[in-house]
């Protein structure tokens, strides 16, 4: 069975940094494309980041360019999202996600929730 | 990278046909193929209704069809259920190589 699984979210400070762990099972990591996708409170949906299964291609939104990173780890079939300076607003719960061939997400995660608080 | 405009609710009875359009741009639903749709009941995880704008995966019900003409991408319910009652939501592909959501519809079954 494919699935993906998020940990590491949690209460953190305005300033303060987190990372996100996803942990994948039931497919071949090292092919496929993963990216991250964010959902306030209420709110839609957010795409965050792409990573490309070798790592050379990678794209941010720009509510997070310069303050979170994606990274992963293909032997260790993990994925990664270390967030930086974190703001009230990056309160959501975060989801990790396989892409397609074409740019299309499934399965996803249960997701992890990050609350940035004081 | 602005969300893609979706109407904010759609209602219908069960057994009619609801449609819930996305609206992007020429640099993203207008440019790609690369529209897929996402149901999502409250408190659990998005799930794949449709990819490259009409591909249904398997196990979707056929009750659910996608197209696209020009900038606006469409989400077909035929037949609609009670569990069809969810939150729908567009992506797209852009010219940047990132991804964008739609502003998301919730569809409420009478």
């Known amino acids: 069975e494919v699935q993906l699984v998020e940990s590491g979210g949690g209460l953190v400070q305005p300033g303060g940094s987190l990372r996100l762990s996803c942990a994948a099972s039931g497919f071949t990591f090292s092919s496929y494309s993963m990216t991250w996708v964010r959902q306030a409170p209420g709110r839609g949906l957010e795409w965050v980041s792409y990573i490309s299964s070798s790592s050379s291609a990678i794209y941010y939104a720009d509510s997070v360019k310069g303050r979170f990173t994606i990274s992963r780890d293909n032997a260790k079939n993990s994925l990664y999202l270390q967030m930086n300076s974190l703001r009230d607003e990056d309160t959501a719960v975060y989801y990790c996600a396989r892409e397609g061939v074409s740019p299309w997400f499934d399965p996803w995660g249960q997701g992890t929730l990050v609350t940035v608080s004081s | 990278q602005s969300a893609l405009t979706q109407p904010a609710s759609v209602s219908g009875s069960p057994g009619q046909s609801i449609t819930i359009s996305c609206t992007g741009t020429?640099?993203?639903?207008?440019?790609?193929?690369?529209v897929s749709w996402y149901q999502q009941h409250p408190g659990k995880a998005p799930k794949l209704m449709i990819y490259?704008?009409?591909h249904r995966p398997s196990g979707v019900s056929n009750r659910f069809s996608g197209s696209k003409s020009g900038n606006t991408a469409s989400l077909t319910i035929s037949g609609l259920q009670a569990e069809d009652e969810a939150d729908y939501y567009c992506s797209s592909y852009t010219s940047s190589s990132t991804r964008v959501f739609g502003t998301g519809t919730k569809v409420t079954v009478l």
């Open positions: 020429s640099s993203d639903v207008g440019r790609y193929n690369f």
């Open positions: 490259d704008v009409s």
